[in-house]
């Protein structure tokens, strides 16, 4: 009987050694993302300028790249079922690294749609990467520590999202900002030469991205990833439970479930909106404050955002996970009003402290929307949670159309509306966990 206790303990602590590698290959993606996500909030200040763009342009950046997750989740799921979590990561990395290089071309013939077409490939490989590592992250370990899990492994996603704002404040931004009046006596020639000068600032930045994902690539194939049990039971569990219709109507009889999608969908919304505006905020809020001061403010923010990844995991321990998520939605709902109805460095500290409260969001509320699912539900369910992630394309875009109309801070009505819904979501998921 010791003899085969032993014998246990021996299989497990081997099957831990081997997973180190490719867990610490998987953590890193989030961190991969964060900098990907990131720098589009730098791109939204940097295109404003070198394509003299409204808001409602400029947040086309963000629309056309969440418009990648949105059209390449399903098929990221579907390929994620056929080749499995490695097969899907090795094809997220390769589209990721594909959107970088993208970008030289498209400087090179400083035109903004090839900027678009650039930053919807390269959110096609963050579909792929998103799809596969969330739920792995769920699947690995005991399901009561789900939330736990993810949410660790989320918190190097605003790390990577510091190191973007850090990439593009540094090496994108150039500092030299000039008003229309100046442009439009600038000489002709003066004036394409400072627009493509701008243009061309983001493609060192990002050939350098795109060769790192590219290494990543290729450490990841090189690696050996443990079978876990959602992947050897996945074809009997297809069996049983019927195909991609029968698993899709039973997901869409889930309440739950449904009502997770519409809050991941609005979380993103906020979150983009939030972080893409929060430059534009600040330069509204305290008139002549350079660009790179701005940029100041949405790295503070990225740094409440990781600590505040870090303080709800440890939280988790103690606190249910739908409780926690109520407390820090029912937190921005005010600091949201409060960023509308007070304008100036009032409204902008609000700004910056909504993402301390944000840091949970994403991954609660993915946890708790795949609670209860069987393997193949989850997988499909994750696809549908990643498509959800368009709402940061729809409500940008909103919030920029009704910043051209009625001003910055009064389009932070946009997030507001967000974090209410999200808070409903909770106190609904709270109620079922009673």
């Known amino acids: 009987m010791q003899e085969s206790v032993v014998a246990a303990r021996t299989r497990i602590a081997r099957a831990a050694r081997a997973a180190v590698i490719p867990l610490a290959l998987i953590v890193s993606l989030f961190f991969l993302w964060g900098v990907a996500n990131s720098l589009n909030d730098i791109l939204i200040k940097q295109f404003k300028k070198a394509f003299e763009l409204s808001d409602f342009q400029a947040g086309l950046v963000q629309s056309a790249f969440y418009l990648g997750y949105f059209v390449f989740a399903l098929p990221a799921g579907m390929f994620m079922r056929r080749y499995g979590y490695k097969g899907a990561v090795v094809a997220g990395l390769a589209l990721y690294a594909a959107g970088a290089f993208l970008f030289w071309p498209a400087a090179s013939v400083h035109t903004y749609g090839m900027f678009l077409l650039a930053l919807f490939v390269l959110a096609s490989g963050l579909a792929f990467l998103e799809t596969s590592a969330n739920p792995l992250m769920t699947v690995l370990g005991p399901p009561e520590g789900a939330a736990r899990r993810l949410n660790l492994a989320q918190a190097f996603n605003p790390l990577g999202a510091i190191t973007g704002v850090l990439v593009g404040r540094h090496f994108i931004l150039s500092g030299v900002e000039h008003t229309p009046a100046q442009l439009a006596a600038m000489a002709p020639a003066a004036r394409e030469a400072y627009l493509a000068s701008e243009s061309a600032a983001v493609q060192v930045p990002y050939l350098v991205i795109g060769l790192v994902v590219c290494l990543w690539a290729v450490l990841v194939l090189l690696a050996r990833f443990p079978r876990t049990r959602a992947d050897a039971d996945a074809a009997a569990s297809t069996a049983m439970q019927g195909g991609p219709a029968t698993t899709l109507r039973r997901l869409l009889g889930n309440g739950r479930f449904v009502f997770s999608v519409a809050a991941q969908f ?49 939280l988790l321990r103690k606190v249910a996970a739908a409780p926690l998520l109520a407390a820090f939605a029912a ?104």
């Not at 330069?283 to 949405?298: F, I, R, W």
């Not at 409260?357 to 696809?383: N, Q, W, Y």
Request: glycine share 10%.
């Open 331 to 434: 937190a921005n709902v005010p600091l949201a009003a409060l960023a509308v109805l007070v304008p100036g460095m009032t409204g902008l500290y609000a700004m910056v402290a909504l993402s301390f409260f944000m840091s949970v969001m994403f991954p609660t509320i993915f946890a708790l929307g795949l609670e209860g699912l069987g393997d193949d539900a989850r997988k499909l369910g994750a696809s549908l949670l990643v498509m959800s992630i368009v709402g940061g394309a729809a409500l940008t875009a909103l919030m920029g159309l009704v910043s051209d109309l009625a001003g910055i801070h009064k389009a932070v009505a946009v997030p507001l509306g967000c974090f209410a819904v999200i808070l409903a979501f909770a106190l609904r998921a709270r109620r079922r966990g009673r």
């Open 266 to 314: 609005f979380y993103v919304g906020a979150q983009v909106c939030v972080w893409s505006f929060l430059i534009r905020y600040a330069q509204d809020s305290v008139p002549g404050m350079p660009e790179k001061t701005a940029a100041d403010y949405l790295t503070v923010s990225l740094v409440l955002f990781m600590i505040g990844r870090f303080a709800g995991t440890a």
